[in-house]
């Protein structure tokens, strides 16, 4: 795709628009030495060259990738008019835009009916999201899993609300029977049920959790900002992809839901999605500001139904954008939602065959987590893992390989029948996000180079235990 050409256009187009309002003499103070930003441009490019290559297969590290070009177009020509998405009259064309898109999601996770509109991030959204279970459910607390993402501890405190850690099982989902025992205590109003934790990727008891809103009326939050695009895969993948679609199809009966488009849903940062499924949630949002709503008639503004109040409207243009060319449909973004999944799945079975690493846990998603094998004490992991991940950096920009590292303690290695030595309580292990289609192509070449940092098996390693 010619991204050039495109960003081309649509400056033209942002040239003739501001030229249908008529000639203006500009301020002189606002005068642009073409010379002297032409050096600071330069220092800007040189400066950026400094960045990490999201887009490269061979970066199979964090949870992100670069944008789909159509988002980066979409985002510039809005940016461009530079709307705001608070009020209508701010962003008239792009809050319509959001207004579609969020509709997409929504129907994604099969809601009946929603509130929602996007946000600057997922720590936002589900801000949002415990802000609106506070407000149903007053003086009561919230329970998510040990292995939820932080935000979620920090937004209690932030909210003023008793946070409730439970337990995970032996793969890093929720011990729901504890989170039980906590419900029916009468101390927590809202379970927060993650969609694909920040660490292993695991799916939270989504489906079972539902008896327990049925009968102590707590609320159900899913913070599925990463996997809430995996909703587009089926039944019909049951058997390719090793899949179970039901903890999505659930998502729909939950009160509330958090996904991050800037992770699969190929958007720039930052892009995050609250969904409410009652509409009626939005009149814990209401104020009253003397200087919106300007148009007696128009779409309810998205500032009604929003902690945040400028919000960017290009972010919304972009994922318009995005989901024209590339629908929210198996057959659409669901392509890719399968390809990492199957990419992940040949990582994992490649880390089985090789006598130089090992693998921590079964990914469940795109995310797949080792070790090297030859260490046999948790420090001597910690100290491999963390010498790979380095030494993979460092080397030549054509040749390095970029991970990311995941803090385990002595019963997750234990939990998951690793037998090391528990001389410290807890070690760094490798962890690779594989979100990007293209690492399907080349995935048996990635853990072969992966490997190739692993001492060999056999060799004595610092903390090796031999």
Known sequence: MEVSKLLARVVDSARDWEATFGDYEPHPDTEIDEIRLGGVIDELLTRLGNSTP???????????????PAAVVGYVAAMLLNPNNHDFAGGPATSQMEHEAVAELAAMFALPAHIGHLTSSGTIANLEALFVARQSHPGRGVAFSDDAHFTHERMCALLGMTAHRVPTDARGAMDLDAAAELVRTGAVGTIVLTAGTTGVGAIDPIVDALTLKQQYDVRLHVDAAYGGFFALLTHDDAETLEWDPTPWRAIGACDSVVVDPHKHGLQPYGCGAVLFADPAAARHYRHDSPYTRMFSGAPAHLGEISLECSRAGAAAAA??????????????????????????????HCVEESSELTLYQQPELDVVTYFPSTPRTISGVDAESGRMLAEGMAAAPAEAIYLSALQVDAAGFGGRGHRLDADTARGRILRSALMKPEQELCVDELVARIAALAPPAGRTVAGSGR
């Open 54 to 68: 999201f887009f490269h297969p061979r970066y199979a590290g964090q949870m992100t990738r670069a944008p789909h």
């Open 319 to 348: 994922l318009w954008t995005t989901l024209q060319l590339i629908p929210l449909r198996r057959e659409g973004l669901g392509r890719f939602l399968a390809s990492t999944r199957r990419a992940a799945l040949r990582f994992a």
